[in-house]
């Protein structure tokens, strides 16, 4: 069962999953030890399933980052997601409900990458392209 503690230990993780035993213990009141229990009985029930690395993508030359929502042709999903190794640009992928099948979130160089992408994307399906901005 998962308690307020847990919560704020999760809390605190998912804002810097670096965190130290010590930093969380200082912020809510218990012992390092504590805190390192906690977290390991929290992976342990997969309650945390891992942890992650947030990047900029520009600093790595990637100038776009687009939203695709993608009305696969009928009987492609499995071709699709049995080919996903073959599309390094995309980070996030969901299946969905709707008028679309798939919701991807793209990492691209740039137009022309972009052009390209959509391009190999069209074997399996009819894609809608949708440009972020910016990180609310």
Do not use: W
Request: charged share 25%; aromatic share 8%; glycine share 8%.
């Amino acid at each position: 069962m998962v308690d307020q503690l847990d919560h704020k230990i999760i809390e605190i993780l998912n804002k810097n999953s670096r965190a130290s035993f010590v930093d969380i213990g200082k912020q809510i009141g218990l012992s390092p030890s504590s805190i390192r229990e906690r977290i390991q009985k929290l992976e342990e029930t997969e309650v945390i399933l891992g942890y992650g690395l947030k990047i900029n993508p520009k600093k790595l030359g990637y100038s776009l980052e687009v939203l695709i929502l993608f009305k696969l042709y009928s009987g492609k999903l499995k071709l699709f997601v049995d080919q996903l190794d073959q599309f390094p640009e995309i980070q996030e992928g969901y299946r969905i409900t709707g008028g679309f099948n798939i919701c991807m979130q793209v990492l691209l160089e740039d137009q022309l990458h972009l052009q390209l992408f959509i391009d190999r994307l069209l074997q399996f399906g009819e894609p809608t392209t949708h440009l972020i901005l910016s990180e609310l």
